[in-house]
């Protein structure tokens, strides 16, 4: 299985490698910390993040407000187009959770399919599978900028 496949949130493609929504045809590319957040959101589906553990796993190192994170998601319902608060659901003093189930393209249980994938097998938290596929995610960036610097050099 590829581990980079789309994920299909209530029929918005969302692809965290390259932090891109794809709604209908309307091409989107999020900020990396809304990329994060929904990242986070679906691998906890159908649980509920809190607002401490937004802030421990998308900011581990650094303090970040509620105002902040209300931003973000914010943010992630005019991209994803949840105007009506049909994809991302506020529970009111706890924090947040996703509404639809995010599936695979191939129409598999995301977490599911995360979970017994052969990269991340023997894993049983959902946040080591987050912190896994965050570092695949960084070293694919690192790498690419490392060839890019290598490319510009005269």
């Known amino acids: ?43 906890t589906y159908p649980d509920a993040v809190t607002y401490t553990d937004l802030s421990a796993k998308i900011w581990p190192h650094s303090y970040v407000s509620r105002p902040c994170i209300t931003q973000i998601i914010h943010a992630l319902r005019e991209i994803l187009g949840d105007s009506g608060r049909n994809k991302i659901q506020t529970i009111p003093k ?29 894993i049983k938290t959902k946040d080591y599978i987050c912190q896994k596929i965050a570092s695949v995610i960084t070293a694919r960036q690192t790498l690419q900028r490392q060839q890019a610097f290598a490319n510009y050099i005269p």
């Not at 994920?7 to 809304?34: A, C, H, M, Q, S």
């Not at 924090?95 to 990269?119: A, C, Q």
């Open 1 to 43: 299985m590829d581990l980079e496949k789309d994920i299909i949130i209530d029929g918005v493609e969302f692809n965290p490698y390259i932090r891109r929504v794809k709604l209908e045809k309307d091409i989107k590319t999020l900020r990396k910390k809304e990329s994060e957040v929904l990242f986070l959101l679906c691998s």
């Open 94 to 122: 706890l924090g947040y959770r996703l509404i639809s189930k995010p599936l695979t393209k191939d129409g598999k249980d995301f977490t599911f399919v995360y979970k017994n994938h052969s990269e991340i097998s023997g």
